[in-house]
């Protein structure tokens, strides 16, 4: 039976099925190595750590933890995040409010609801975020790109833009350890970001789940850190620092905006669970945080080294990829009229998945030379065995 066309909104058609939805159904296949995820690396997660921790909440806070919450988060939880924002990124001052939410993608959908009607312009990088691009989509946003350089997103091309379509409303970026570049904005483009979307009354919606998983102690400002005017809305996440699985993470912009993505949030999902929000507070207190968020640090950064040591050696000449300084991501470009769609579908037949770089463009129809790998999945092994096929098939699909 084949459902009514006509009864789909509006708003849901510009949004597409993933043409490689069979690639990402091979990823969890026994046998095969998937470079394709975004997902931290399980064996990392303090299993029982939040075994006891649940245990104990549920034996002393069970009215708690099952009833229903406030909307705006469980309260410690929400205080301990603001102050880590505080001290550790400088923001949350003045005319700022911060909510928990179930996870960054709801605070994004929720900030992209709020503000956009159907037409108005955003710009994202180029790649950037499918998430992001899926949601935006949905409320029908017109999309414009800018390409991402190695030190962030083409501020010259985003001028442009702002100057030729005065519809543009909102700009999102990923700033820090992009996905899936892997990419950082340098501290001028930041500001001048910053001030270009002052100048024209834009919105920044700043996205940063990957900040804290940096290689080196050197830390880059948010660009919310910079915001005197109450125009950055500011996305983080519990995903890629404890567990992507407790669906919790927060926004903090100007209090007018949290009390609307409050209302929101009482027709979309009425608070976030209370366990999880719990057990993320009662973790970041009776644990260093820091200290677990070292160990993922250190175990990235290795395993970013290796996987981009094994492509130097096994890859065809011709690609070259971005060399991370934190996060989860390699982006590699194949240079050249290749389209990865077609070279990831041959390349799933040696049984080693990745995902092709038209999946993270405004117009996925076109294709895309780049692909993104993910190294903070697999072990220093499958990372090894998986490059050295890869390297094969892409020599295969490619030439040398
Ligand atoms: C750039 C970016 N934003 C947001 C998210 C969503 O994170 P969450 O799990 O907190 O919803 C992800 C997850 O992969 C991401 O890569």
Excluded at 44 to 51: Q, R, T, V
Aim: glycine share 8%; with cysteine; hydrophobic share 40%.
């Amino acid at each position: 039976v084949v459902f009514l066309e006509y009864a789909i909104a509006n708003r849901m058609k510009t949004l597409k099925g993933s043409a490689i939805r069979e690639i990402f159904k091979m990823a969890g296949k026994p046998g095969v190595i998937s470079f394709a995820g975004g997902v931290p690396a399980p064996e990392l997660f303090p299993n029982e750590e939040l075994a006891q921790i649940s245990a104990d909440i549920l034996r002393k806070e069970p009215e708690l933890a099952l009833q229903y919450g406030i909307t705006e988060g469980y309260m410690p939880l929400r205080k301990a995040v603001k102050q880590r924002l505080l001290e550790k990124e400088n923001i949350g001052k003045d005319f700022d409010e911060t909510i928990i939410v179930s996870g960054a993608q709801q605070g994004i959908e929720h900030a992209i609801k709020i503000l956009i009607n159907p037409g108005d312009g955003v710009v994202v990088e180029q790649p950037s975020f499918i998430g992001t691009l899926n949601a935006l989509r949905s409320y029908e946003a017109d999309l414009y790109s800018v390409p991402v350089q190695e030190d962030g997103m083409d501020l010259d091309r985003l001028e442009d833009l702002i100057r030729k379509h005065p519809h543009i409303k909102m700009i999102y970026t990923i700033p820090t350890f992009q996905n899936p570049t892997g990419v950082s904005m340098s501290i001028e483009k930041r500001k001048t970001l910053y001030e270009l979307a002052c100048k024209n009354n834009l919105i920044i919606l700043e996205d940063n789940p990957y900040g804290e998983l940096s290689f080196d102690d050197e830390k880059l400002p948010t660009i919310k850190s910079l915001d005197t005017e109450g125009i950055v809305i500011y996305v983080g996440t519990f995903s890629k620092i404890l567990s992507p699985g407790l669906r919790v993470g927060y926004v903090c912009a100007h209090q007018d905006l949290v009390g609307r993505i409050t209302v929101n949030k009482q027709i979309s999902d009425v608070h976030t669970s209370m366990l999880p929000q719990m057990m993320a507070y009662e973790f970041m207190t009776r644990y260093p945080m820091d200290d677990y968020i070292q160990k993922m640090r250190a175990l990235y950064k290795h395993r970013c080294n290796f996987m981009i040591e094994k492509m130097d050696e096994h890859f065809p000449e011709r690609c070259s990829h971005t060399n991370p300084r934190g996060g989860l991501f390699i982006w590699c470009d194949l240079n050249g009229d290749f389209d990865t769609v077609e070279v990831a579908r041959e390349c799933a037949k040696d049984l080693v998945v990745f995902v092709p770089g038209s999946t993270f463009m405004v117009d996925m129809e076109k294709k895309s030379s780049g692909f993104r790998l993910n190294y903070s999945n697999m072990g220093d092994e499958a990372i090894e065995k998986g490059i050295r096929i890869l390297g094969r098939s892409l020599t295969k699909c490619i030439g040398k």
